[in-house]
Structure formats: C-alpha cells, structure tokens
C-alpha cells in the first residue's frame, strides 16, 4: 500500500514524518510527499516550509502496524508540488478526484478490516481468560471449600435461595466460625438457621385511628380480593372470642377490569355482614369515605392486578387512591410459589404505593420458600400475613419467624429453640 501512486508518481518509502521532502535534483513543479499525524498537520509544515507557494495535488490516510498486529496507528501522506498554483486539465482534475476517493475508500475497507480482526483476537482472548478463571475457581472450590459449607450451599439452594442470599451466609461462616467449628456440620447448621430466622422481618402489630383503611395491591392472581374477605372475617371472629363487639366493616372495589370483581366481593360481604360499594374515581373513594367514616371502624379497598410491567395502569390506580385524608395501609400481596426475580420486580414497580408490609399469598402452593426469605431480606421488606387456602375466613395467619423456619426443607431444627429466640408478638 505504501508504494502506490499519485497521479502516476510513486510515493517515496523514506519521506521523513516530521518534515517535507527534500527537492534536491528536482523541478519546482516536480509532485513531492509529506507525512504528518494529519491532513492539517501535513498543511502546516508546508506553510511553515514554502510559506503559500505550494500546490496540493492529493491526500490519503495510512496505517503504520503496531506490535503483533495490535495497536495500529494512523498517519497521512499528502502530494503537493512547489511553486505556482497548477491549473489541471479536464483528464488530470478527472483522475486527480478519482485517486482521492479510491485512496479514502481503501483505507476505509482496510481500517474496517483491521478493527474485525482485533475484535475477533480479543473476543478470542476474553474467552480464553474466562476459561481460565472458571477453572481456577472450580479448583479453588474442590480443594479450599470445607465439606460443611458445601453441604449447607445444597441445603439452600434445594429451598431455593437466591445465590446472593447464599454467598452472604456462606461469606459469614468462613469469617465467623474457626476451621475446627466448620468442621462441625451441626454447629454450622444450627448457625444457619439462626441467621435465617434474623433475617426474617415480621411487622409490628400497631394501634390504628379509625376509621382504620386497609388496601390491598398487587399484581393479577394474587388473591387479594379473598385476601380481604379473611382480613375482615378474622377481626370478626376475634372480638367474638375476646367478648367485644365486633367492628363496623364496609368494602370497597375499584376493580372494574376483571369479569366478576365486584360480584366475588358482593358475596363475601354477604357472608360476613359487610356492607360493599364500587368506586370507580378518587372522587367516589372520597365521597364514600366521607359518608361512613363516622360510622365504621374499618375501610377495606380492594383494587384491580396490573403485571409489575404495566407502569401506566399502576400509576393510574395510585393517582386514583390518592385520597386526602384516609391515611391508609398499603399492603403488597404476592404469591409464595413466585420466581425471586418476578417478586424483586414486583416489589419495585409497586414501591410508589409506600406499602407498609407484605402478605404473602398460595403459601400451600409450593414446597420451598427459600425466595421469599432471599427477596424480602435482600429488599429490607416486612411481612405481616400468610395465606394458605381459599376458605373464608379461615387460612390466613400472622407472620411469625417459626413459620418459615419450620418449612425449610431437609433442615435439622431444635422447634423449642426457636420458639424461645424467635418468640410471636403478643
């Protein structure tokens, strides 16, 4: 490439990159070479050198290879003529634009080229490093991790913890606990299921003004209009069994997408003697509101499921709940038998509704619910509620710890200890 010509001429393969060429034995008008960083820079040592007495006649990038083919730098040589202004003729003027833009179209191709070659070896090479790590890091585990660590990673992982979840236990066993301590499978285990349980927040029982408002989001499938419907059954049921007078519960739908919404709710009011309204405006919630609020104890809101990625119709809903004065609690519903990453997602889209804790739903749904500890700890969540069956109003219960810990699988767990460090909020 470096041997090509201009309009004829053949570059010279010594022309110096920091100064003109030297015309000795030459024409003034004799075509010459010079390099430079750049066009520009090339402009000007030739002004710095013939002041404007000089002639360009054509212009090309070229590439100097760097080491092993890496690294290549770009330069330019630029043929220019010493003296007065050439007028050329229609052939050469022809030829003259022609060269130019084969020689920029060359090095166009030639540089694209080069760079798909240098994609191609370093693509090369990455997969090379990452190989190389992932089997140093296989080694590391077959030769360095005690057997107790790798027993209690296939523990957690068979109840479906996240691998941060996993990786932070496993992390504070191996800076806590001394060789000799790792080596006892019972004592890491019994440490395990100790930070597990502290992991676990359950929300505080706490003293409501009344009227008390309680809404249910979440997204469809859920079961949040049941979920209500055993809320307020086990408020009934309890200040019957404590000898006090049941509170004054009304209901409202503003679920007005799903067939049979308000029916399911209607029917649920029948059976336990509350009365339901339909709200279908922040107006309606407020004038509803106004009207019973003297006059009950507690104002349930159930409201329409939205997929976590259906962002405007959530948004609508919490303009539409924005109500002045109610003062409510927000609960997020979800199921147990959910992926981690669908209730990280939920929990997020859900955030501007400032939901106070969570209710986990279908808890008979699965066999392990090492997700729902990894994702509410990992999110800094409450829960207050467990649900684990369709009948009203029955098969809902109060978070405790003990719960969970009890239904993790394949776990050795001491029931009296936990119920004396984990004890249920009276």
Not at 14 to 42: L, M, W
Not at 69 to 81: D, M
Not at 364 to 369: H, K, L, N, V
Request: proline share 4%; net charge negative; charged share 30%.
């Amino acid at each position: 490439m470096y041997n090509e010509s201009f309009n004829g001429v053949s570059a010279n393969p010594k022309v110096s990159s920091y100064a003109p060429v030297a015309s000795y034995g030459r024409s003034d008008n004799e075509p010459q070479i010079i390099t430079g960083k750049d066009f520009e820079d090339c402009k000007r040592k030739l002004l710095e050198t013939y002041g404007h007495n000089y002639t360009i006649l054509g212009k090309r990038p070229q590439f100097k290879p760097g080491f092993l083919g890496f690294g290549q730098k770009e330069y330019w040589e630029v043929k220019f003529s010493v003296g007065a202004e050439q007028k050329l003729s229609p052939q050469d003027s022809f030829q003259k634009n022609r060269d130019e833009i084969l020689s920029k179209s060359t090095a166009s191709v030639t540089q694209t080229m080069q760079l798909a070659s240098l994609d191609k070896k370093l693509e090369e090479y990455q997969k090379s490093i990452e190989k190389k790590l992932s089997e140093i890091a296989e080694v590391a585990n077959a030769v360095d991790k005690p057997a107790s660590i790798k027993k209690i990673e296939d523990l957690l992982q068979d109840n479906e913890f996240t691998f941060s979840f996993i990786n932070k236990i496993t992390t504070r066993l191996c800076s806590e606990l001394s060789l000799e301590e790792l080596d006892d499978f019972d004592l890491v285990q019994s440490k395990v299921v100790d930070w597990i349980g502290e992991s676990i927040k359950i929300a505080p029982k706490v003293m409501h003004k009344y009227p008390h408002v309680i809404i249910l989001v979440g997204p469809t499938g859920v079961g949040k209009t049941t979920t209500i419907a055993k809320l307020a059954g086990t408020m009934i049921l309890e200040a019957r069994e404590e000898n006090e007078v049941p509170p004054k519960i009304r209901m409202i739908t503003i679920d007005h997408t799903r067939v049979g919404a308000e029916e399911q709710l209607r029917r649920y009011g029948d059976l336990l003697g509350t009365d339901v309204d339909k709200a279908e405006s922040a107006e309606d919630v407020k004038k509803i509101f106004d009207s019973y609020k003297d006059q009950i104890d507690v104002l349930f809101i159930d409201t329409p499921g939205y997929s976590p990625n259906d962002s405007e119709n959530i948004g609508k809903m919490r303009k539409m709940l924005e109500v002045k004065g109610i003062h409510p609690d927000v609960y997020l519903a979800f199921t147990a038998s959910a992926k981690a990453r669908d209730m990280i997602s939920i929990i997020q889209n859900y955030e501007p509704f400032n939901f106070s804790s969570v209710i986990i739903t279908k808890w008979d749904e699965t066999s392990a619910i090492g997700n729902v500890i990894s994702v509410l700890s990992e999110k800094g969540k409450t829960v207050s509620y467990i649900t684990d069956g369709q009948q009203v109003p029955k098969k809902i219960e109060r978070a405790t710890v003990v719960k969970f810990l009890l239904n993790l699988n394949d776990f050795t767990i001491n029931r009296e200890y936990i119920d004396e460090k984990f004890p249920e909020e009276k």
